[in-house]
Protein backbone atom coordinates (compact mmCIF):
# COMPACT_ATOMS: atom_id res chain seq x y z
CA UNK A 1 0.00 0.00 0.00
CA UNK A 2 2.77 2.27 0.70
CA UNK A 3 4.58 1.89 -2.41
CA UNK A 4 1.20 2.71 -4.04
CA UNK A 5 1.25 6.00 -2.40
CA UNK A 6 4.66 6.86 -3.10
CA UNK A 7 4.51 6.26 -6.66
CA UNK A 8 1.44 8.12 -6.83
CA UNK A 9 3.00 11.08 -4.76
CA UNK A 10 5.66 10.44 -7.42
CA UNK A 11 3.52 10.72 -10.48
CA UNK A 12 2.11 13.75 -9.15
CA UNK A 13 5.84 15.55 -8.32
CA UNK A 14 6.46 14.86 -12.00
CA UNK A 15 3.22 15.90 -13.22
CA UNK A 16 3.96 19.29 -11.27
CA UNK A 17 6.86 19.61 -12.64
CA UNK A 18 5.39 18.98 -16.60
CA UNK A 19 2.87 21.72 -15.20
CA UNK A 20 5.54 24.16 -13.86
CA UNK A 21 6.99 23.69 -17.47
CA UNK A 22 4.32 23.93 -19.82
CA UNK A 23 3.11 27.14 -17.49
CA UNK A 24 6.60 28.69 -18.96
CA UNK A 25 5.26 27.91 -22.57
CA UNK A 26 1.54 28.97 -21.87
CA UNK A 27 0.12 26.16 -22.52
CA UNK A 28 -1.93 24.83 -19.14
CA UNK A 29 -2.74 21.25 -20.37
CA UNK A 30 -2.92 18.07 -18.68
CA UNK A 31 -3.72 15.15 -21.42
CA UNK A 32 -6.24 12.70 -20.87
CA UNK A 33 -7.07 9.74 -22.70
CA UNK A 34 -9.53 6.91 -22.41
CA UNK A 35 -7.79 5.08 -20.11
CA UNK A 36 -7.50 7.45 -17.46
CA UNK A 37 -11.46 8.47 -17.99
CA UNK A 38 -12.02 4.24 -17.59
CA UNK A 39 -9.84 4.10 -14.49
CA UNK A 40 -12.26 7.23 -12.72
CA UNK A 41 -15.31 5.15 -13.27
CA UNK A 42 -14.94 1.36 -13.24
CA UNK A 43 -15.05 0.58 -9.44
CA UNK A 44 -18.66 3.05 -9.51
CA UNK A 45 -21.38 0.01 -8.33
CA UNK A 46 -24.19 -1.03 -10.02
CA UNK A 47 -26.98 0.63 -8.03
CA UNK A 48 -28.57 -2.76 -7.47
CA UNK A 49 -26.08 -5.46 -7.45
CA UNK A 50 -22.54 -5.56 -5.67
CA UNK A 51 -20.71 -5.85 -8.89
CA UNK A 52 -18.64 -2.84 -10.23
CA UNK A 53 -19.77 -1.07 -13.92
CA UNK A 54 -16.44 -2.83 -15.05
CA UNK A 55 -17.65 -6.02 -13.71
CA UNK A 56 -21.14 -6.16 -14.99
CA UNK A 57 -19.32 -4.79 -18.77
CA UNK A 58 -21.26 -1.72 -17.86
CA UNK A 59 -18.19 0.61 -18.85
CA UNK A 60 -15.79 -0.40 -21.08
CA UNK A 61 -12.39 1.35 -22.30
CA UNK A 62 -13.31 1.12 -25.41
CA UNK A 63 -16.50 3.25 -25.36
CA UNK A 64 -14.87 6.27 -23.56
CA UNK A 65 -14.11 8.75 -26.25
CA UNK A 66 -12.10 11.59 -25.59
CA UNK A 67 -11.00 14.64 -27.67
CA UNK A 68 -8.51 16.02 -25.70
CA UNK A 69 -7.68 19.27 -27.48
CA UNK A 70 -11.20 20.00 -27.80
CA UNK A 71 -11.66 18.95 -24.44
CA UNK A 72 -14.40 16.62 -25.17
CA UNK A 73 -15.25 13.27 -23.25
CA UNK A 74 -18.05 11.05 -24.10
CA UNK A 75 -18.76 8.00 -21.99
CA UNK A 76 -21.32 5.31 -23.57
CA UNK A 77 -22.09 3.10 -20.63
CA UNK A 78 -24.15 -0.37 -21.99
CA UNK A 79 -27.12 -1.51 -19.20
CA UNK A 80 -27.11 -4.77 -18.44
CA UNK A 81 -30.92 -5.48 -19.02
CA UNK A 82 -32.43 -3.22 -22.10
CA UNK A 83 -35.40 -2.25 -19.45
CA UNK A 84 -32.81 -1.24 -16.80
CA UNK A 85 -34.78 1.26 -14.63
CA UNK A 86 -31.21 2.25 -13.12
CA UNK A 87 -29.58 3.40 -16.53
CA UNK A 88 -30.38 7.02 -15.56
CA UNK A 89 -28.84 6.72 -12.24
CA UNK A 90 -26.23 4.64 -13.61
CA UNK A 91 -25.45 7.47 -16.22
CA UNK A 92 -25.80 10.32 -13.49
CA UNK A 93 -23.25 8.62 -11.28
CA UNK A 94 -20.77 8.95 -14.20
CA UNK A 95 -21.00 12.27 -14.86
CA UNK A 96 -20.77 13.13 -11.27
CA UNK A 97 -17.60 11.38 -11.11
CA UNK A 98 -16.28 12.73 -14.09
CA UNK A 99 -17.41 16.23 -13.29
CA UNK A 100 -15.32 16.16 -10.00
CA UNK A 101 -12.24 14.37 -11.43
CA UNK A 102 -11.69 16.17 -14.46
CA UNK A 103 -9.99 19.58 -15.43
CA UNK A 104 -12.76 22.14 -15.51
CA UNK A 105 -11.86 22.57 -19.41
CA UNK A 106 -13.52 19.08 -20.05
CA UNK A 107 -17.44 19.09 -21.83
CA UNK A 108 -18.90 15.46 -20.13
CA UNK A 109 -21.71 13.84 -22.21
CA UNK A 110 -22.98 10.83 -21.05
CA UNK A 111 -24.91 8.04 -22.99
CA UNK A 112 -26.31 4.86 -23.07
CA UNK A 113 -24.62 2.70 -26.15
CA UNK A 114 -26.58 2.33 -29.39
CA UNK A 115 -29.25 -0.71 -29.30
CA UNK A 116 -28.70 -1.20 -25.14
CA UNK A 117 -31.78 0.38 -24.00
CA UNK A 118 -35.68 0.35 -24.82
CA UNK A 119 -36.01 4.40 -23.97
CA UNK A 120 -32.43 4.91 -25.69
CA UNK A 121 -33.47 8.30 -27.10
CA UNK A 122 -35.06 9.69 -23.62
CA UNK A 123 -32.64 8.47 -21.19
CA UNK A 124 -29.93 10.21 -23.15
CA UNK A 125 -32.04 13.59 -23.88
CA UNK A 126 -32.39 13.58 -19.71
CA UNK A 127 -28.25 12.84 -18.99
CA UNK A 128 -27.50 15.31 -21.45
CA UNK A 129 -29.97 17.77 -20.25
CA UNK A 130 -27.99 20.40 -17.79
CA UNK A 131 -30.80 21.82 -15.97
CA UNK A 132 -32.49 18.52 -15.23
CA UNK A 133 -28.87 17.41 -14.20
CA UNK A 134 -28.13 20.27 -12.27
CA UNK A 135 -31.42 20.20 -10.33
CA UNK A 136 -30.96 16.24 -9.63
CA UNK A 137 -27.52 17.03 -7.80
CA UNK A 138 -29.71 19.28 -5.54
CA UNK A 139 -32.00 16.49 -4.51
CA UNK A 140 -30.87 14.74 -1.07
CA UNK A 141 -32.29 11.63 -2.01
CA UNK A 142 -30.96 11.25 -5.17
CA UNK A 143 -27.37 12.13 -4.16
CA UNK A 144 -27.40 9.73 -1.53
CA UNK A 145 -27.95 7.28 -4.51
CA UNK A 146 -25.34 8.67 -6.46
CA UNK A 147 -22.92 8.71 -3.49
CA UNK A 148 -23.70 4.99 -2.05
CA UNK A 149 -22.73 3.88 -5.84
CA UNK A 150 -19.52 6.01 -6.07
CA UNK A 151 -18.19 4.92 -2.66
CA UNK A 152 -18.83 1.16 -4.12
CA UNK A 153 -21.89 0.20 -2.45
CA UNK A 154 -24.96 -0.51 -3.96
CA UNK A 155 -28.27 2.41 -3.51
CA UNK A 156 -31.25 0.14 -3.13
CA UNK B 1 -16.12 44.33 -40.08
CA UNK B 2 -17.97 43.34 -37.15
CA UNK B 3 -16.38 42.55 -34.05
CA UNK B 4 -16.99 41.42 -30.23
CA UNK B 5 -15.12 42.71 -27.59
CA UNK B 6 -15.32 42.47 -23.83
CA UNK B 7 -15.39 45.11 -21.50
CA UNK B 8 -15.99 43.92 -18.05
CA UNK B 9 -16.47 40.74 -15.99
CA UNK B 10 -18.14 40.84 -13.06
CA UNK B 11 -17.36 38.36 -10.48
CA UNK B 12 -18.93 37.77 -6.88
CA UNK B 13 -21.55 34.66 -7.32
CA UNK B 14 -20.13 31.65 -5.69
CA UNK B 15 -21.89 29.31 -8.43
CA UNK B 16 -23.27 28.94 -11.77
CA UNK B 17 -25.19 32.26 -12.91
CA UNK B 18 -28.43 31.48 -14.51
CA UNK B 19 -30.14 34.27 -15.87
CA UNK B 20 -29.27 38.24 -16.11
CA UNK B 21 -32.03 41.02 -16.27
CA UNK B 22 -31.79 44.18 -16.73
CA UNK B 23 -34.01 46.72 -14.97
CA UNK B 24 -35.73 48.24 -18.16
CA UNK B 25 -36.32 51.52 -17.35
CA UNK B 26 -32.34 52.20 -16.81
CA UNK B 27 -29.98 49.51 -18.04
CA UNK B 28 -27.38 50.16 -15.24
CA UNK B 29 -28.55 48.39 -12.93
CA UNK B 30 -28.91 44.50 -13.46
CA UNK B 31 -29.97 41.41 -11.54
CA UNK B 32 -28.41 38.24 -11.92
CA UNK B 33 -29.51 34.75 -9.81
CA UNK B 34 -27.25 31.67 -9.10
CA UNK B 35 -27.16 28.20 -8.21
CA UNK B 36 -24.85 29.98 -4.80
CA UNK B 37 -29.18 30.95 -3.98
CA UNK B 38 -28.59 34.37 -4.06
CA UNK B 39 -29.93 36.76 -6.30
CA UNK B 40 -27.23 39.87 -6.77
CA UNK B 41 -28.24 43.56 -8.25
CA UNK B 42 -25.44 45.49 -9.87
CA UNK B 43 -25.01 48.81 -10.86
CA UNK B 44 -22.64 50.19 -13.09
CA UNK B 45 -20.15 52.52 -11.77
CA UNK B 46 -20.06 56.27 -12.79
CA UNK B 47 -16.54 57.91 -13.10
CA UNK B 48 -16.64 61.91 -12.01
CA UNK B 49 -14.45 64.16 -13.93
CA UNK B 50 -13.40 67.39 -13.49
CA UNK B 51 -13.11 69.71 -16.44
CA UNK B 52 -10.67 72.07 -15.74
CA UNK B 53 -11.61 74.20 -18.92
CA UNK B 54 -14.90 75.31 -17.85
CA UNK B 55 -14.80 74.47 -14.34
CA UNK B 56 -18.03 71.98 -14.91
CA UNK B 57 -18.36 68.31 -13.42
CA UNK B 58 -19.04 65.98 -15.70
CA UNK B 59 -19.89 62.48 -15.03
CA UNK B 60 -19.69 59.45 -17.48
CA UNK B 61 -20.82 55.89 -17.09
CA UNK B 62 -18.27 53.10 -17.43
CA UNK B 63 -18.59 49.22 -18.39
CA UNK B 64 -17.61 48.68 -14.64
CA UNK B 65 -20.59 46.91 -12.81
CA UNK B 66 -20.62 46.39 -9.02
CA UNK B 67 -22.86 44.57 -6.71
CA UNK B 68 -24.66 46.67 -5.05
CA UNK B 69 -26.98 43.96 -3.17
CA UNK B 70 -27.51 40.69 -2.49
CA UNK B 71 -30.55 39.23 -1.73
CA UNK B 72 -29.83 35.45 0.10
CA UNK B 73 -31.77 33.55 2.42
CA UNK B 74 -34.53 33.35 0.71
CA UNK B 75 -34.51 30.15 -1.87
CA UNK B 76 -33.27 26.61 -0.60
CA UNK B 77 -31.89 25.88 -4.46
CA UNK B 78 -30.88 26.74 -7.30
CA UNK B 79 -32.42 30.61 -8.33
CA UNK B 80 -32.91 29.87 -12.12
CA UNK B 81 -34.49 33.02 -13.54
CA UNK B 82 -35.22 36.48 -12.59
CA UNK B 83 -37.30 39.20 -13.80
CA UNK B 84 -38.18 42.83 -13.27
CA UNK B 85 -41.38 44.20 -13.30
CA UNK B 86 -42.21 46.62 -16.20
CA UNK B 87 -41.98 49.49 -13.51
CA UNK B 88 -38.49 48.56 -12.30
CA UNK B 89 -39.91 49.04 -8.54
CA UNK B 90 -40.53 44.78 -8.55
CA UNK B 91 -38.11 41.85 -9.21
CA UNK B 92 -39.32 37.84 -8.89
CA UNK B 93 -36.97 35.13 -8.96
CA UNK B 94 -38.00 31.42 -9.93
CA UNK B 95 -35.79 28.49 -7.88
CA UNK B 96 -35.87 24.52 -8.07
CA UNK B 97 -37.27 24.71 -4.60
CA UNK B 98 -40.55 25.14 -6.16
CA UNK B 99 -41.40 28.92 -4.82
CA UNK B 100 -41.26 31.80 -6.71
CA UNK B 101 -40.16 35.24 -4.55
CA UNK B 102 -41.10 39.15 -5.31
CA UNK B 103 -39.22 41.69 -3.80
CA UNK B 104 -39.91 45.11 -3.98
CA UNK B 105 -37.33 47.80 -3.97
CA UNK B 106 -37.38 50.06 -1.10
CA UNK B 107 -38.70 53.48 -1.87
CA UNK B 108 -35.69 55.58 -0.84
CA UNK B 109 -34.47 57.91 -3.16
CA UNK B 110 -31.78 59.98 -1.27
CA UNK B 111 -29.67 56.40 -1.08
CA UNK B 112 -29.62 56.21 -4.89
CA UNK B 113 -26.79 58.81 -5.15
CA UNK B 114 -24.92 56.11 -2.32
CA UNK B 115 -25.20 53.35 -5.04
CA UNK B 116 -27.80 51.86 -2.49
CA UNK B 117 -30.32 49.34 -4.19
CA UNK B 118 -32.35 47.90 -1.32
CA UNK B 119 -35.10 45.24 -1.84
CA UNK B 120 -36.77 43.29 0.28
CA UNK B 121 -39.00 40.32 -0.27
CA UNK B 122 -42.78 40.52 -0.07
CA UNK B 123 -44.16 37.44 -1.19
CA UNK B 124 -43.58 33.86 -1.76
CA UNK B 125 -45.77 32.22 -4.58
CA UNK B 126 -46.15 28.62 -3.69
CA UNK B 127 -48.08 26.36 -6.18
CA UNK B 128 -45.36 24.68 -8.24
CA UNK B 129 -44.71 20.93 -7.39
CA UNK B 130 -41.27 21.19 -7.63
CA UNK B 131 -38.31 22.98 -9.91
CA UNK B 132 -40.19 26.88 -11.32
CA UNK B 133 -37.55 27.10 -13.96
CA UNK B 134 -38.80 30.42 -15.76
CA UNK B 135 -40.54 33.98 -14.28
CA UNK B 136 -41.55 36.78 -16.47
CA UNK B 137 -43.43 39.86 -16.27
CA UNK B 138 -46.29 40.61 -18.42
CA UNK B 139 -45.60 43.96 -20.50
CA UNK B 140 -48.88 45.61 -18.60
CA UNK B 141 -46.89 44.69 -15.24
CA UNK B 142 -50.41 42.81 -13.53
CA UNK B 143 -49.21 39.73 -14.78
CA UNK B 144 -46.39 37.20 -13.82
CA UNK B 145 -46.19 33.51 -15.25
CA UNK B 146 -44.19 30.99 -13.91
CA UNK B 147 -43.50 27.36 -15.41
CA UNK B 148 -41.39 24.92 -14.08
CA UNK B 149 -40.39 20.75 -13.82
CA UNK B 150 -44.03 19.91 -13.46
CA UNK B 151 -44.89 20.69 -16.89
CA UNK B 152 -47.56 23.49 -16.10
CA UNK B 153 -47.50 27.54 -16.65
CA UNK B 154 -49.01 29.23 -14.39
CA UNK B 155 -50.14 32.88 -14.19
CA UNK B 156 -50.60 34.94 -11.25
CA UNK B 157 -52.48 38.20 -10.78
CA UNK B 158 -50.79 41.18 -8.78
CA UNK B 159 -53.53 42.45 -5.89
CA UNK B 160 -53.16 45.41 -3.97
CA UNK B 161 -50.98 44.51 -1.33
CA UNK B 162 -48.23 42.57 -2.60
CA UNK B 163 -51.18 39.55 -2.98
CA UNK B 164 -50.58 37.59 -5.55
CA UNK B 165 -53.78 35.32 -6.87
CA UNK B 166 -53.14 32.44 -9.43
CA UNK B 167 -55.77 32.60 -12.14
CA UNK B 168 -54.26 29.81 -14.01
CA UNK B 169 -52.54 26.82 -14.03
CA UNK B 170 -52.15 25.81 -17.80
CA UNK B 171 -51.15 22.30 -18.77
CA UNK B 172 -50.39 20.75 -22.26
CA UNK B 173 -46.70 20.82 -22.50
CA UNK B 174 -45.72 16.89 -21.84
CA UNK B 175 -42.62 17.71 -20.39
CA UNK B 176 -40.84 20.54 -18.35
CA UNK B 177 -41.55 23.87 -19.50
CA UNK B 178 -37.69 25.56 -19.43
CA UNK B 179 -39.27 29.14 -20.42
CA UNK B 180 -41.92 31.88 -20.55
CA UNK B 181 -41.96 35.00 -22.26
CA UNK B 182 -45.01 37.72 -23.06
CA UNK B 183 -45.45 39.35 -26.31
CA UNK B 184 -43.62 42.64 -26.35
CA UNK B 185 -46.49 44.44 -25.83
CA UNK B 186 -49.87 42.26 -25.08
CA UNK B 187 -50.84 39.99 -23.01
CA UNK B 188 -50.13 37.17 -24.89
CA UNK B 189 -47.47 34.13 -23.67
CA UNK B 190 -45.48 31.72 -24.98
CA UNK B 191 -43.73 29.15 -23.50
CA UNK B 192 -40.91 26.52 -24.35
CA UNK B 193 -40.62 23.06 -23.67
CA UNK B 194 -38.05 19.99 -23.01
CA UNK B 195 -41.04 18.55 -25.42
CA UNK B 196 -39.42 20.24 -28.03
CA UNK B 197 -42.31 22.63 -28.42
CA UNK B 198 -43.10 26.23 -28.10
CA UNK B 199 -47.02 27.00 -26.93
CA UNK B 200 -48.52 30.08 -27.16
CA UNK B 201 -51.51 31.00 -24.55
CA UNK B 202 -54.03 33.78 -24.65
CA UNK B 203 -57.08 34.94 -22.75
CA UNK B 204 -60.44 34.03 -23.73
CA UNK B 205 -62.29 36.68 -25.15
CA UNK B 206 -64.58 36.52 -21.87
CA UNK B 207 -61.48 37.25 -20.13
CA UNK B 208 -61.73 34.86 -17.56
CA UNK B 209 -59.93 31.38 -18.64
CA UNK B 210 -56.68 31.29 -20.40
CA UNK B 211 -56.13 28.51 -22.64
CA UNK B 212 -53.33 27.20 -25.39
CA UNK B 213 -54.05 29.04 -28.94
CA UNK B 214 -50.99 27.43 -30.93
CA UNK B 215 -48.44 24.37 -30.43
CA UNK B 216 -45.45 24.31 -33.05
CA UNK B 217 -43.03 22.00 -33.05
CA UNK B 218 -40.36 23.77 -33.25
CA UNK B 219 -37.12 22.02 -33.06
CA UNK B 220 -35.76 18.61 -32.92
CA UNK B 221 -34.93 18.99 -29.20
CA UNK B 222 -35.18 21.01 -26.27
CA UNK B 223 -36.51 24.59 -26.93
CA UNK B 224 -34.09 26.62 -24.43
CA UNK B 225 -35.35 29.82 -24.94
CA UNK B 226 -37.46 32.49 -27.37
CA UNK B 227 -37.09 36.44 -28.17
CA UNK B 228 -39.53 37.99 -29.99
CA UNK B 229 -38.10 41.27 -32.63
CA UNK B 230 -38.71 44.33 -30.82
CA UNK B 231 -40.50 46.14 -33.24
CA UNK B 232 -44.73 47.73 -33.12
CA UNK B 233 -47.18 45.21 -32.80
CA UNK B 234 -44.81 42.92 -31.95
CA UNK B 235 -42.56 41.39 -34.41
CA UNK B 236 -40.96 37.93 -35.69
CA UNK B 237 -39.18 34.90 -32.80
CA UNK B 238 -36.48 33.55 -32.33
CA UNK B 239 -36.30 29.98 -31.72
CA UNK B 240 -33.11 28.16 -30.27
CA UNK B 241 -32.90 24.66 -29.19
CA UNK B 242 -30.82 22.12 -27.90
CA UNK B 243 -30.14 20.98 -31.81
CA UNK B 244 -28.36 23.58 -32.48
CA UNK B 245 -30.86 25.20 -34.67
CA UNK B 246 -32.01 29.03 -34.70
CA UNK B 247 -35.21 29.54 -36.11
CA UNK B 248 -36.84 32.60 -36.69
CA UNK B 249 -40.99 32.46 -37.31
CA UNK B 250 -42.89 34.89 -38.60
CA UNK B 251 -45.65 36.97 -36.78
CA UNK B 252 -48.68 38.94 -38.34
CA UNK B 253 -50.08 41.72 -37.04
CA UNK B 254 -50.98 42.41 -33.19
CA UNK B 255 -54.30 39.58 -33.37
CA UNK B 256 -51.90 36.93 -34.80
CA UNK B 257 -49.07 37.25 -32.96
CA UNK B 258 -49.01 33.41 -31.98
CA UNK B 259 -45.84 31.49 -32.92
CA UNK B 260 -48.21 28.73 -34.75
CA UNK B 261 -50.80 29.34 -37.24
CA UNK B 262 -53.08 26.63 -35.29
CA UNK B 263 -53.35 23.76 -33.12
CA UNK B 264 -55.18 20.50 -33.62
CA UNK B 265 -57.64 21.68 -31.69
CA UNK B 266 -58.51 24.69 -33.02
CA UNK B 267 -60.35 23.04 -35.99
CA UNK B 268 -57.58 24.83 -38.76
CA UNK B 269 -56.58 22.17 -41.08
CA UNK B 270 -53.74 23.58 -41.74
CA UNK B 271 -51.26 22.99 -38.39
CA UNK B 272 -48.05 24.00 -40.42
CA UNK B 273 -46.40 26.87 -38.42
CA UNK B 274 -45.08 30.09 -40.74
CA UNK B 275 -41.86 29.64 -39.99
CA UNK B 276 -39.60 32.03 -41.84
CA UNK B 277 -36.11 30.34 -41.71
CA UNK B 278 -34.01 28.51 -39.86
CA UNK B 279 -30.30 28.00 -39.80
CA UNK B 280 -27.60 25.87 -37.92
CA UNK B 281 -25.46 27.69 -35.68
CA UNK B 282 -21.79 27.87 -34.99
CA UNK B 283 -22.52 26.57 -31.84
CA UNK B 284 -21.63 22.86 -31.34
CA UNK B 285 -23.29 22.45 -28.10
CA UNK B 286 -27.35 22.94 -26.96
CA UNK B 287 -27.79 26.30 -27.83
CA UNK B 288 -29.06 28.16 -24.48
CA UNK B 289 -30.01 31.56 -24.63
CA UNK B 290 -31.10 33.94 -27.32
CA UNK B 291 -31.95 37.61 -27.35
CA UNK B 292 -32.83 40.16 -30.47
CA UNK B 293 -31.46 43.20 -29.98
CA UNK B 294 -34.10 45.97 -29.55
CA UNK B 295 -34.44 49.35 -31.11
CA UNK B 296 -34.07 51.05 -28.37
CA UNK B 297 -30.81 49.17 -27.76
CA UNK B 298 -29.59 50.09 -30.76
CA UNK B 299 -26.91 52.76 -30.62
CA UNK B 300 -26.96 55.39 -33.10
CA UNK B 301 -30.79 54.35 -33.97
CA UNK B 302 -31.85 57.73 -33.00
CA UNK B 303 -29.15 59.73 -34.90
CA UNK B 304 -30.31 59.10 -38.02
CA UNK B 305 -27.94 56.07 -39.33
CA UNK B 306 -28.85 53.63 -41.42
CA UNK B 307 -31.65 50.94 -39.61
CA UNK B 308 -28.93 48.38 -38.98
CA UNK B 309 -30.35 45.06 -40.16
CA UNK B 310 -32.20 42.58 -37.23
CA UNK B 311 -29.32 41.14 -35.04
CA UNK B 312 -29.56 38.45 -32.38
CA UNK B 313 -27.36 37.04 -29.82
CA UNK B 314 -26.98 33.95 -28.49
CA UNK B 315 -24.91 32.05 -26.03
CA UNK B 316 -24.70 27.70 -25.49
CA UNK B 317 -23.10 24.96 -24.25
CA UNK B 318 -19.82 25.39 -26.47
CA UNK B 319 -18.67 28.68 -23.99
CA UNK B 320 -19.28 30.94 -26.83
CA UNK B 321 -21.08 34.21 -27.77
CA UNK B 322 -22.61 34.72 -31.82
CA UNK B 323 -24.37 37.52 -33.13
CA UNK B 324 -25.65 36.95 -35.97
CA UNK B 325 -27.23 39.15 -38.50
CA UNK B 326 -29.71 39.47 -41.73
CA UNK B 327 -28.70 40.16 -44.66
CA UNK B 328 -31.63 39.95 -46.09
CA UNK B 329 -35.24 38.09 -45.11
CA UNK B 330 -34.75 34.63 -44.44
CA UNK B 331 -30.87 35.23 -44.71
CA UNK B 332 -28.88 35.46 -41.67
CA UNK B 333 -25.45 35.12 -41.17
CA UNK B 334 -22.81 34.68 -37.96
CA UNK B 335 -21.19 38.46 -37.70
CA UNK B 336 -18.95 37.67 -34.91
CA UNK B 337 -18.44 35.34 -32.28
CA UNK B 338 -16.35 34.61 -29.32
CA UNK B 339 -15.29 30.90 -28.78
CA UNK B 340 -14.28 31.12 -25.85
CA UNK B 341 -16.00 33.83 -23.91
CA UNK B 342 -16.52 32.09 -20.78
CA UNK B 343 -15.39 29.34 -19.00
CA UNK B 344 -18.25 26.86 -19.08
CA UNK B 345 -21.52 26.86 -20.28
CA UNK B 346 -23.56 30.45 -21.27
CA UNK B 347 -26.87 30.33 -19.86
CA UNK B 348 -28.65 33.50 -20.63
CA UNK B 349 -27.67 36.62 -22.82
CA UNK B 350 -29.18 40.08 -22.80
CA UNK B 351 -28.73 43.16 -25.06
CA UNK B 352 -28.47 46.97 -23.37
CA UNK B 353 -27.89 49.99 -24.17
CA UNK B 354 -25.62 52.69 -23.20
CA UNK B 355 -24.91 55.97 -24.39
CA UNK B 356 -20.90 56.03 -25.56
CA UNK B 357 -18.76 58.46 -25.17
CA UNK B 358 -17.77 59.30 -28.78
CA UNK B 359 -19.93 59.08 -31.58
CA UNK B 360 -18.86 56.93 -35.32
CA UNK B 361 -21.05 57.65 -38.34
CA UNK B 362 -20.01 54.32 -39.61
CA UNK B 363 -20.07 52.26 -37.12
CA UNK B 364 -22.25 51.66 -34.69
CA UNK B 365 -21.82 50.01 -30.85
CA UNK B 366 -24.33 47.84 -28.78
CA UNK B 367 -23.65 46.32 -25.24
CA UNK B 368 -24.87 42.72 -24.60
CA UNK B 369 -24.16 40.78 -21.21
CA UNK B 370 -23.75 37.29 -20.77
CA UNK B 371 -24.06 34.58 -17.96
CA UNK B 372 -22.49 31.68 -17.24
CA UNK B 373 -21.55 28.59 -15.63
CA UNK B 374 -18.07 29.55 -14.79
CA UNK B 375 -19.85 32.11 -11.78
CA UNK B 376 -19.39 35.67 -14.21
CA UNK B 377 -21.51 37.87 -15.65
CA UNK B 378 -19.13 39.48 -19.02
CA UNK B 379 -19.95 42.91 -20.55
CA UNK B 380 -19.80 43.19 -24.42
CA UNK B 381 -19.74 45.44 -26.96
CA UNK B 382 -20.79 44.43 -30.80
CA UNK B 383 -19.45 47.07 -32.53
CA UNK B 384 -20.72 46.32 -36.23
CA UNK B 385 -20.12 48.07 -39.82
CA UNK B 386 -23.03 50.33 -40.94
CA UNK B 387 -21.70 49.77 -44.09
CA UNK B 388 -22.56 46.43 -45.87
CA UNK B 389 -19.34 45.03 -47.71
Known amino acids: KSSVSVSRSLREWKREKERDVMKSNEILRDPIDAREIFSHIKDINDPEHPYSLEQLAVVSEENVKVEDELSRVTVFFTPTVEHCSMATLIGLSIRVKLMRVLPKRFKVDVKVSKGSHASEAQVNKQLQDKERVAAALENGNLLEKVELTLSGKTAM | NHKIALKATLVGHKDAVWCVAFEPNRNDILATCSS ?6 WKRNVVKRDDDDDDVKSSHQTC ?24 GRYLASASFDATVAIYQRAEDEENEEEDEVKFECVAALEGHENEVKSCAWSPSGSLLATCGRDKSVWIWESAPGNHFECVAVLHGHTQDVKKVKWHETEDVLYSASYDDTVKTWKEDLDGDDWSCSGTTKAHES ?145 YFA ?20
Open chain 2, 36 to 41: DKTVKI
Open chain 2, 64 to 87: EFRCVCTLDGVHERTIRSVSWSPC
Open chain 2, 222 to 366: TVWDLTQEKVKEGGRFATVSDDGWVKIWKAGGAQRTEISGSSSSSGKKDDAAPLECSFRSGHDRPILCVDWLGDANRKNSESGNKKQPATLAAGGGDNSVRVYREKETGVWEEAAAVVNAHEDDVNDIAWFSMASEKEETEQSTN
Open chain 2, 370 to 389: SASDDGTVKIWTFCSSNVDE
